[in-house]
């Protein structure tokens, strides 16, 4: 899966977008719009992004759950060396001291992600601040030939910006395409 990224002038562009996303086959799950005008998303019914593509929550996360992990590998070390509850400590209660360190750090780095921009959809700011919206098309293989012709033909004001060749891993890189 990919996810193609659009600037759209307006929000009347975005909405005929949507529509004829509809037509070729692409749901509502499938198409989500960032942009900061929200109230007017929502007039039209057209399917806001979400905090999991707004925030860098996942990303954080997955870097909070790493370096807590690290932690409790290091801490359940020195526990088994220092034994500072004697030697009779049961062997789980180390997995446990990973488990519970590894938790805290899933749990801090979901706090920072929630309190972060997502890195990808930075890139576009400037765009967003001037009205703009960004469209983020998730396509499987055998549809993206679809959605390409059908924004080339019936939208040529909405220009592709982006592609990022995972479905939504927060670490890849996604490039911004200069025209």
Same mark, same amino acid.
């Given at each position: 899966?990919? %996810?193609?990224? $659009? ?9 005929? *977008? ?10 509502? =799950? ?20 979400? $905090? ?7 990303? @954080? ?13 290091? &801490? &359940?070390? &020195? !526990?088994? $060396? ?5 030697? @009779? ?6 997995? *446990?001291?990973?488990?519970?360190? %590894?938790? !805290?750090?899933? =749990? ?9 921009? @997502?890195?990808?959809?930075?890139? !576009? @700011? ?10 983020? *098309?998730?396509? =499987? ?16 004001? &909405? ?7 995972? $479905?939504?891993?927060? !670490? ?8």
């Amino acid at each position: 899966m990919k %996810t193609n990224y $659009y600037l759209s002038p307006t929000l009347k562009s975005t909405q005929q *977008i949507s529509d004829d996303l509809h037509e070729v086959g692409i749901n509502d =799950w499938f198409i989500h719009v960032v942009s900061k005008n929200e109230a007017g998303l929502k007039k039209e019914r057209i399917h806001s992004s979400n $905090y999991l593509e707004t925030l860098d929550l996942v990303r @954080n996360s997955a870097i909070g759950a790493l370096i807590g992990f690290i932690i409790g590998v290091f &801490a &359940a070390g &020195a !526990f088994m $060396y220092f034994k500072p509850f004697g030697s @009779n400590m049961p062997e789980f209660v180390y997995l *446990i001291v990973i488990l519970l360190f %590894t938790l !805290f750090g899933t =749990w801090e780095g979901g706090l920072a992600g929630v309190a972060s921009e @997502n890195r990808k959809l930075a890139k !576009f @700011n400037h765009d967003l601040e001037q009205g703009k919206y960004l469209i983020l *098309i998730y396509v =499987w293989k055998g549809q993206e030939q679809a959605v390409k012709d059908v924004m080339a033909r019936k939208h040529p004001e &909405a220009e592709l910006v982006a592609t990022d060749i995972q $479905y939504f891993n927060p !670490f890849s890189p996604v490039e911004r395409i200069e025209n």
